[in-house]
């Protein structure tokens, strides 16, 4: 029997409420707002009351996919990391690194946008960095 | 209070009488609920007072009903205030929980937080630390039954129009567990985008509400509006209290009249 | 935003324009609703008469894309009537003359006519703004999904400054960022021309100080492409690779039609996603993300507070959090990246970026803190341009003059389309809609049009149109309504099968580059 709280923040508007997800015997099983945030102060709208609900939806992807003979197929995560690097490799080998673009996320972390711009300025070498903040 | 709470958990939980005890924790700098499993884990534990009284309550009792459903076996301790008992008292009436698979780990609240909530029963029958406060007069309904009606309709039709069916009244309500809910029925209630229709989105969620809520007040503090939704619950609860001498939760084993046939008593 | 959310409580008149508050900001309504109890003043302009709008003192219905008409109007009457804060102006802002000769010249009968509004609703607007203690815009994507966005958005801060109603607690400009961490995305560098905390890519000591730190000899110093850039950098065969995490931008870019060719040419499309959205479909190589509930990190909210993400739960079946995604990538690729946890990475950005300098995950506990917060005893910033100290030295008055949209009606498409959200869902639906609970509150898209529009196409609520625009056309059910006035018809952007990026105009702004999805001309008719 394992029952916990997490203490997070909403993923989808820019209100940026608090809540706790609950979780038993790891799967999710509600969302309860916390009282003392000062952000939402212990209330949410309808979108972050049922977050918990998509998060282990069955149409999650699960495994890496490559397109093969025109078909996406499901392939292990070397098969797919090796893949994705080589042909980067390749593109700016042949066309130079302002031949790649990055689109980075409104939707995920702060950490994880600042490691795709790295990897686009540092590694690639292109500021071709953009994400739709504009939409 | 909060030590002798503390040795009479630690007590429940070395002697095995419970599997776990439901109560509130303080961590990342707030205050969650949490589920402790030994007397040890009991450091960060708190009674949901952070800057002023009551301020951190959480519905432990819908967790509970989660717990109790996922190890049916299992005995429980749990936080309670007067009005989380009356919770237990209608939620073991309504067959959510088995009586003798919960105890009770009550203390009562102080008289300010009973005036503020105009409560019925500030404090719970297990009480285990705190002193039995006094109940308090329904003065805010008084207030509003003083208006004429027209005022009073003007009044909830303005409060109802800012709501934006975040459905967080019902899903924060420990008392409210139905599997399907009436307020997303759409033969009642429109669907489609706001405003909500009202007041058939209320005052539908006021009648379902009539037998069963407690007067918690955790509607009232997650509704993102400020809408005075346990105004208008006690006004429910005083006309079943009135008319049908019924309050729900105030005694163990009571009857709720709606779900009984013959004459009211 | 330049204020804090909780200051809108105490302001004297929130004036709330191109933001649908309370479906698309609940929390924030919340603020306003107390506000209004507090007996604050509400000034609403918007084309859709929206839920907010309800509450308002002053309702200003305008014609979609006359925003700039209606605020240089507001402003003509605030010097006329002598309204302006004069103090404020001459010790705080510059180029105040060349803004007043052209507001001096605008002529209050042609904004009435050119917004469709009174000149009494703009002089009642005006005053409300002006004469209040304390005054705070409120805006959305309503302002800046347009091609004149940035003019719109310079026309707000004139407004303000005019009035010195900016730089004081619960005042100021307050844009609401549509999701959740487009905040934090554009702080951690995900645009073409700046690098983490808005340091230029063009600036060589920003530069050298970012090379120095990742160890390479030097970084790109040019600007880079946007996304409408890069997209039709496919077409002309200059962008061979694009590497998308967690955007679907064939559901939420405008002339969706037109994306899908551009991604379906590109030679190598990588898609970083939790779901196998419209885009990820068309992807070479698709690499399963995992969610906010199965990872550590921070977001940013609207009003620059950081806070964290905690994992909740293990990452399902064999996805991974995003951050390790693009570690095993830049591994494989041959440039090195050896972090651990979301926390290492913090540590760097917080060495590399003044705004973030004095945060860490443990003074993260509790509140969060708001940047600016240089220093680890720095309390964190909870609002902007103190006491009208602006970031550039002083406040820069523009002269903005009305350009009207870049598509307008005509015979063949009358009608004009705005776009935007319904309460229970979040941008392209990827989440929401996979969310029992919301899809089955609002489980399809719908077009709103006005009585008499619908009585001219011989339609009823529920019945289905075919809608068209210059770009393609869709199909869906129309819902019969007032909310839009004669002439205008509004449509969720949220579902993919009634795609109404399909329709919308792709020009964009020529500053920010972001596209005009609020204005574009329709044609509905009856299937
Ligand atoms: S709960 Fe609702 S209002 Fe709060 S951040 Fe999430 S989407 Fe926004
Ligand atoms: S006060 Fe509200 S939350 Fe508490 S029992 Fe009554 S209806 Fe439910
Ligand atoms: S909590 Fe308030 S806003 Fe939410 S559904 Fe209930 S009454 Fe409406």
């Known amino acids: 029997m394992e029952y916990k709280t997490t203490l997070t923040t909403c993923t989808y508007c820019g209100c940026g409420c608090n809540f706790y997800l609950e979780t038993l015997d790891g799967k999710l099983t509600n969302t309860i707002p916390c009282k003392t945030s000062p952000v939402n102060e212990g209330k949410l709208c309808i979108k972050g009351w049922n977050v918990h609900q998509f998060v282990q939806n069955d149409r999650r992807l699960k495994k890496p996919l490559l397109r093969k003979g025109g078909e996406l197929v499901e392939v292990e995560w070397e098969e797919a990391l090796a893949y994705t690097a080589d042909r980067l490799k390749a593109v700016t080998a042949e066309k130079g690194g302002d031949a790649v673009g990055f689109l980075a996320s409104a939707k995920v972390t702060n950490e994880e946008n600042y490691l795709l711009q790295k990897f686009a300025r540092a590694a690639i070498g292109t500021n071709n960095v953009d994400h739709c903040a504009r939409l | ?219 009232d503090e997650a509704c993102p509006s400020d809408i005075p939704l346990r105004l208008l619950y006690k006004k429910t609860a005083q006309i079943m209290d009135t008319d049908y001498g019924f309050t729900s939760g105030l005694n163990k084993n009571e009857r709720s009249p709606l779900s009984q046939m013959g004459p009211a008593k | 935003m330049t204020n804090g959310v909780a200051e809108l409580e105490n302001t004297d008149t929130i004036f709330i324009i191109g933001s649908n508050t309370a479906t698309a900001h609940p929390l924030v309504a919340t603020r306003i609703f107390r506000a209004l109890e507090k007996g604050a003043k509400l000034v609403v302009a918007d084309p859709r008469k929206n839920q907010i709008a309800e509450f308002a003192d002053l309702y200003l219905q305008h014609k979609p894309g006359s925003d700039v008409t209606l605020l240089n109007g507001m402003m003509k009457v605030i010097l006329d009537q002598g309204l302006q804060d004069q103090a404020f102006i001459d010790a705080n802002t510059e180029e105040f003359d060349g803004f007043k000769a052209l507001i001096d010249g605008v002529d209050l009968d042609a904004c009435a006519a050119a917004t469709g509004l009174t000149v009494d609703g703009i002089e009642q607007a005006a005053a409300l703004y002006a004469k209040a203690g304390t005054a705070s815009i409120v805006y959305c994507m309503g302002i800046t999904q347009h091609t004149n966005g940035v003019d719109n958005v310079k026309s707000l801060a004139n407004l303000s400054m005019v009035t010195g109603n900016i730089g004081r607690e619960s005042t100021g400009v307050n844009p609401l960022r549509g999701q959740n961490n487009v905040q934090g995305a554009c702080d951690m560098g995900g645009l073409p021309n700046v690098l983490t905390g808005y340091q230029p890519v063009t600036l060589g000591a920003a530069s050298k100080k970012f090379a120095d730190a990742w160890g390479v000899d030097e970084l790109p110093t040019q600007i880079g492409l946007t996304i409408p850039e890069m ?47 419209p885009t990820a479909r068309l992807a070479d190589v698709v690499l399963p993300g995992c969610s906010f509930a199965e990872k550590d990190g921070t977001f940013v909210n609207t009003e620059r507070r950081i806070t964290r993400v905690r994992k909740a739960v293990e990452p399902v079946g064999e996805s991974k959090a995003d951050w390790e995604i693009i570690r095993d990538v830049s591994n494989a690729f041959g440039f090195e990246m050896a972090y651990d946890s979301p926390e290492e990475i913090f540590t760097e950005i917080a060495e590399l970026t003044p705004s973030y300098g004095g945060v860490s995950y443990g003074r993260l506990e509790g509140d969060g803190i708001q940047w600016p917060c240089p220093t680890p005893e720095h309390p964190g910033t909870p609002f902007l341009h103190k006491d009208g100290r602006f970031t550039r030295g002083k406040g820069l008055f523009h002269a903005i003059e009305y350009k009207g949209p870049a598509e307008v009606v005509d015979a063949e498409y009358p009608l004009w389309m705005t776009t935007g959200r319904v309460y229970a869902h979040y941008h392209t639906g990827t989440m929401t809609r996979n969310s029992v609970a919301l899809d089955r509150e609002i489980p399809e898209g719908f077009l709103e049009i006005h009585p008499e529009d619908a009585a001219a196409i011989g339609v009823c609520d529920g019945h289905r149109v075919r809608l068209a625009s210059r770009r393609g056309e869709i199909e869906t059910r129309v819902s019969i309504t007032e909310r839009v006035e004669k002439g205008v018809v509004f449509m969720p952007f949220h579902f993919e099968e009634a795609n109404v990026n399909k329709l919308t105009n792709p020009s964009f702004d020529p500053i920010a580059k972001i596209p005009e999805l609020k204005v574009c001309a329709v044609a509905v008719e009856k299937i």
């Open chain 3, 231 to 277: 997209l039709s950098g496919i077409e002309e065969e200059k962008v061979h690779a694009l590497w998308v995490m967690g955007e679907n931008p064939v559901v939420s870019d405008p002339d969706a039609d037109h994306v899908v060719k551009a991604l379906e040419k590109v030679d190598l499309l990588i898609v970083q996603d939790i779901f196998l959205t």
């Open chain 2, 1 to 219: 209070m909060i030590e002798t709470i503390k040795q009479h958990v630690a007590g429940l939980l070395t002697e095995k009488k419970i599997a776990g005890f439901l109560g509130l924790i303080e961590k990342n700098g707030h205050v969650a609920p949490h589920l402790f499993k030994d007397g040890e884990s009991l450091a960060g534990f708190t009674l949901g007072d952070r800057k002023t009284a009551g301020d951190a309550r959480y519905p432990l009792n819908k967790t509970l009903v989660t717990l109790s459903r996922a190890y049916p076996e299992e005995t429980f301790g749990v936080l309670v205030r007067g009005c989380d008992e009356r919770g237990l008292y209608g939620l073991f009436r309504l067959n959510q929980l088995t009586e003798d698979r919960v105890i009770p780990v009550g203390f009562s609240c102080p008289a300010e937080l009973s005036e503020a909530c105009e409560c019925r029963k500030p404090y719970p029958d297990s009480l285990v630390a705190g002193e039995k406060t006094e109940s308090s007069q329904l003065k805010k309904v008084a207030e509003m039954d003083g208006k004429d009606l027209a005022r009073r309709f003007d009044f909830w039709t303005a409060q109802f129009v800012k709501c934006v069916k975040c459905y967080g009244c019902r899903d924060v309500c420990p008392m409210c567990f139905c599997k399907e809910c009436s307020l997303e029925c759409e033969d009642l209630v429109a669907k489609g985008d706001l405003p909500v229709e009202v007041p058939v989105f209320h005052l539908t969620r006021a009648m379902h509400m009539a037998d069963r809520c407690v007067d918690c007040g955790l509607c």
